[in-house]
């Protein structure tokens, strides 16, 4: 358990289920607020519902306030850091919740130069099984969906919470013609690291 006050984590939920498992074990002292993944169809949305998240938390959380989002998540051009700046927040140091997942400070890329995976954690997956289920009920049929992904080698599965088996067959299940081609543990860890150094930097410059 950190000694670090008590901060509140602003994230997106695509992190929940990694958040919530690290503060009931005890390595994040953390209230825990979330923002739905699934506005990330749309820029516009995601900001709207993290201004008005951001705006009740300030007022409402006296200590420091940790935003859990990456630079890409409103856009390419810096939109997140702008937003992070504009509530004096300190944000977390990732490009998406991939990187999060992978460690932060842009291992994702390093990951992925040729941007044919596709990093699955529990979050992502479930992201995947609800936008099929809104796009076929708007009339996509299986294959255009299939489709999205005809670019992507494999699969890589990020086993965060210790039910990798699980997230495969998650996959297995969604008629997605895409194999597993990797299993990476460790996760976990790598979550708590680079919220951590967020928490731990926020603390620092108050």
């Known amino acids: 358990m950190s000694d670090y006050p008590k901060v509140c984590l602003v994230s997106c939920s695509s992190l929940k289920d990694e958040l919530q498992l690290l503060v009931k074990q005890r390595k994040l002292n953390a209230e825990l607020v979330f923002v739905s993944k699934y506005f990330h ?9 993290l201004r008005k998240v951001l705006e009740v938390t300030l007022k409402r959380f006296k200590g420091n306030v940790v935003l859990v989002y990456g630079d890409l998540c409103l856009g390419q051009n810096g939109e997140m850091k702008k937003l992070a700046e504009e509530y004096g927040v300190v944000k977390v140091d990732a490009v998406n919740c991939v990187d999060c997942q992978l460690g932060g400070k842009g291992q994702s890329l390093e990951a992925d130069p ?37 670019g992507i080698k494999g699969f890589v599965v990020l086993d965060t919470c210790g039910n990798p088996q699980k997230l495969i067959e998650d996959l297995e299940n969604s008629g997605i013609n895409v194999p597993v081609i990797e299993v990476r543990d460790g996760c976990l860890d790598n979550v ?6 967020a928490i731990e930097y926020a603390t620092r410059v108050k």
Do not use: C
């Open 114 to 150: 040729d941007h044919n995976l596709m990093f699955m954690g529990p979050g992502m997956i479930e992201f995947f099984k609800h936008m099929k289920g809104e796009l076929l009920k708007q009339g996509m049929d299986e294959a255009a969906f299939t489709n999205i992904f005809s």
């Open 41 to 49: 169809v749309d820029y516009n949305e995601v900001e709207r519902n």
């Open 192 to 197: 708590w690291r680079v919220v951590f150094d």
